[in-house]
């Protein structure tokens, strides 16, 4: 049974979460798979081989997959499995990097400018966040110009709008 990974990819703040959901939807009631289950704010960008051998991999053998969600400084989280087959939504912030491409059916990029991102995120978070916000959005910044996730989406939706 063949399991098809939509990513849902931008920067933090973009809209992703609330596309994702409605994809999510659109599909049927795919499953979710947030790459924020994978990154820190002390390691937002370089979780990645984590994902890939606890997911993707299995999941394009054909085989179980199962991950501990980060808990973010919170209570600890339980233990995810996602069995193979249908389409599993993989929203985040590097959804659809260069590692990932070979196991993705469709990539989207949302595409937001960086002043409604940021006020975005110090809405949801708090302005004490502003500091960990700047430094999250260096990393995505350094992302963004490696790997143009943006001129290889299959789609990009704008997520101001």
Do not use: C
């Not at 179980?64 to 087959?85: D, M, T």
């Amino acid at each position: 049974m063949e399991t098809r990974v939509v990513a849902v990819d931008g920067l933090g703040g973009a809209g992703k979460s609330t596309f994702a959901e409605r994809l999510v939807r659109e599909l049927g009631g795919a499953r979710v798979v947030h790459t924020d289950d994978f990154a820190s704010w002390e390691d937002p960008i370089d979780w990645w081989p984590l994902l890939l051998e606890r997911v993707l991999r299995p999941l394009a053998e054909n085989r179980s997959a199962s991950f501990v969600p980060n808990p973010w400084g919170g209570p600890p989280k339980r233990e995810v499995l996602l069995e193979p087959g249908g389409f599993v939504v993989l929203e985040g912030v590097t959804a659809s990097r260069e590692a990932f491409r070979p196991y993705l059916t469709y990539a989207v990029w949302i595409e937001t400018p960086r002043d409604v991102r940021l006020r975005r995120g110090l809405e949801r978070d708090g302005e004490a966040m502003r500091a960990q916000w700047e430094a999250w959005m260096a990393a995505e910044d350094s992302y963004l110009a490696q790997e143009r996730p943006d001129l290889r989406a299959d789609a990009v939706v704008l997520g101001d709008r």
